[in-house]
């Protein structure tokens, strides 16, 4: 989970959308790409002008809109779920002692993560960007479906899509806010709710 997270801090992506003058076709089940995240109330969002500057760079900048999305996505359940102190049973490193539930949370927990278990997980990483779901697939479809269901109807599809890249950009923002405010506050997301604190710009005590 805190891998996640650092993997998040490396980079991020803007949310770009082209308008519906273009007409491109991906991999999706003949659901148009470049209509996918044009969603209201901003519709096309491109406020450097990369779409007329650099058009033929859209589809690898929403696959990565797409990945750093699902990366965020995951790394904010992981986050509330440490954050509640529910770990895996048993030990993370036994030559160290170090159990799972030992692990502090928020952002610094990492630093409690052998380094053998940094490079095990960074492996993983690597496997899972060359190999498993690699980065230069940019439809971003690896052929599970939706939890295993092929979706076939091309409107369900687009509002699926949808939901995917919009639930991405607010957990892009949603982790980059928690992280900052840890910062901030130093406080953990489980610190600041049990002392409803919920402004970063305060002392820790209280809401505001």
Not at 111 to 133: K, M, S
Not at 142 to 157: A, D, L, Q, S, T
């Amino acid at each position: 989970m805190k891998l996640a997270i650092l993997a998040l801090a490396a980079g991020s992506a803007a949310a770009f959308a082209p308008s519906n003058g273009q007409s491109s076709r991906t991999a999706l089940n003949m659901v148009n790409e470049l209509e996918i995240g044009a969603t209201a109330p901003l519709g096309v969002y491109d406020p450097l002008g990369w779409l007329d500057g650099e058009p033929e760079s859209f589809e690898r900048r929403r696959a990565v809109e797409r990945k750093h999305g699902r990366i965020s996505m995951a790394a904010m359940v992981g986050v509330i779920v440490h954050n509640n102190h529910i770990t895996f049973d048993g030990y993370l490193s036994p030559s160290k002692d170090l159990k799972f539930s030992d692990v502090p949370t928020g952002v610094d927990g990492i630093r409690a993560i052998p380094t053998a278990g940094l490079l095990q997980i960074l492996f993983f990483f690597a496997l899972v960007e060359l190999a498993w779901l690699p980065a230069s697939q940019y439809d971003g479809d690896y052929g599970v479906g939706w939890f295993g269901e092929n979706i076939e109807n091309p409107e369900e599809k687009a509002r699926k899509l949808n939901a995917e890249l919009n639930n991405g950009r607010a957990a892009m923002l949603g982790i980059m806010g928690n992280m900052v405010t840890e910062v901030l506050t130093g406080q953990t997301m489980y610190e600041q709710y049990a002392a409803s604190h919920f402004s970063p710009f305060g002392d820790g005590q209280g809401s505001f």
